[in-house]
């Protein structure tokens, strides 16, 4: 199997996009996927608070914050990996054909993205009209609605449980209506220069935030911090080579260091301790060692051979979006409601959620994302994974 460099180098820069579609796809990738997802879904459910942590000492739920915490780095994984795919087929696209599609880029991005994000948003919203806990205020829906959620969420809170989690995908819309146009309009060696300047701007910013007492969660949020993920994704795909044959040990080690790192993070400068105002140099350090830990991660999945990553992992990781989507609902359902007791216990509870969750997510990529998946697809200029 050609590596993307090799592949690239079958291409002439003169051919036309619609002649020849080269393609861009790992397996691997969809198990970060699931990876992102599920370090996200833990650190939701960990149940810190819980009579049981608490009749097992001090230490043992201390240990039990830290690794909660830590797993939250998992949406920053998220953010380095999408910034990673978009920048690595904004490459060959214009080695392909000389240029960059906006209209076409916009357009796959909005079937993708859109009808899943908008059809929750307006049916949490409707439901709202009835039940208190999913009232969404009429500003909180117009600043989701023009994707500038997250910087509401820094003034306001993150509102309804059920859309928590929803500011992210402000931040990721943000990333996609910067880098294709800057790409677009400079050269390879030109747009390497920015990407490293958004990286040193975010981490500065963060820096600066930080003196001023914006919290850890106020840094969490802000796009000015979230883009050091972005332009670490982007210095990714821009810089490391291809792998030409797969390395348990280095899938292993490479892994592993990532996943230290980001415990190293937590641990020294305790960026995602929500009852802590985080000093300028430990927000600086550690949202620089949790980038750095991220491109470990994505380093060494790319180790693994794709024919051993799992059919029924390929699948998890190609709904991880659904699953982003509807796992807090999916939590508000479980806890919510009058449950027996087994429920109650912990492990029996994560696994409700979990399989809950996943059945969302199958529901809506059958039958409201996939039919939008099919469509955007004409528009590729560079083939990814199919529908």
């Known amino acids: 199997m050609l590596t993307r460099v090799e592949l690239e180098r079958t291409?002439?820069?003169?051919?036309?996009?619609?002649?020849?579609?080269?393609?861009?796809?790992?397996?691997?990738?969809?198990?970060?996927?699931?990876?992102a997802f599920f370090?996200?879904?833990?650190?939701?459910?960990?149940?810190?608070?819980?009579?049981?942590l608490n009749h097992l000492g001090p230490r043992f739920l201390a240990v039990a914050i830290i690794v909660r915490d830590t797993v939250g780095f998992g949406l920053s994984l998220f953010f380095f990996l999408s910034s990673y795919l978009i920048t690595s087929l904004l490459i060959m696209e214009r080695r392909t054909s000389g240029t960059i599609n906006l209209r076409s880029f916009y357009i796959r991005r909005i079937l993708r993205i859109w009808p899943l994000y908008f059809a929750f948003l307006g049916g949490v919203a409707l439901v709202g009209h009835w039940r208190a806990a999913e009232h969404i205020s009429l500003p909180r829906f117009a600043a989701m609605s023009v994707l500038a959620g997250n910087w509401y969420c820094t003034v306001a809170g993150?509102?309804?449980f059920a859309i928590g989690p929803l500011w992210s995908i402000s931040v990721e819309e943000q990333f996609y209506a910067i880098w294709p146009g800057v790409f677009r309009s400079?050269?390879?060696?030109?747009f390497l220069w920015f990407t490293a300047g958004v990286a040193l701007i975010s981490i500065v910013s963060t820096g600066i935030l930080a003196a001023r007492g914006v919290s850890s969660l106020g840094l969490w949020m802000n796009s000015l911090s979230e883009f050091a993920f972005f332009a670490g994704g982007g210095?990714?795909?821009?810089?490391?080579?291809?792998?030409k044959m797969p390395n348990w040990r280095y899938a292993l080690t490479l892994t592993g260091g990532g996943a230290a790192l980001w415990f190293v993070a937590e641990i020294f400068c305790k960026i995602n301790d929500?009852?802590?105002?985080?000093?300028?140099?430990?927000?600086?350090?550690?949202?620089?060692?949790?980038?750095?830990?991220?491109a470990l991660?994505?380093?060494?999945?790319?180790?693994?051979?794709?024919?051993?990553?799992?059919?029924?992992?390929?699948?998890l990781g190609k709904i991880s979006y659904g699953l982003y989507v509807f796992h807090a609902l999916a939590m508000h359902i479980v806890r919510s409601s009058p449950a027996s007791w087994p429920i109650r216990i912990p492990g029996v509870d994560l696994l409700t959620v979990l399989l809950i969750t996943v059945a969302l997510a199958a529901l809506s990529y059958k039958f409201l994302e996939k039919p939008f998946l099919q469509l955007k697809a004409r528009f590729e200029s560079v083939r990814t994974r199919s529908a």
């Open 158 to 160: 993150l509102g309804a």
């Open 235 to 243: 210095l990714f795909a821009l810089m490391v080579p291809s792998i």
């Open 39 to 52: 370090l996200v879904f833990l650190s939701h459910n960990i149940p810190t608070g819980a009579k049981v």
């Open 11 to 35: 291409i002439p820069d003169h051919a036309a996009s619609h002649s020849v579609r080269p393609k861009f796809y790992y397996p691997q990738l969809d198990c970060l996927r699931f990876m």
């Open 186 to 190: 400079v050269s390879r060696k030109t």
């Open 274 to 294: 929500r009852g802590l105002q985080p000093t300028p140099i430990r927000a600086i350090v550690g949202y620089l060692l949790v980038a750095i830990g991220c």
């Open 297 to 315: 991660l994505l380093r060494g999945i790319l180790y693994l051979a794709p024919g051993a990553i799992p059919k029924w992992l390929i699948y």
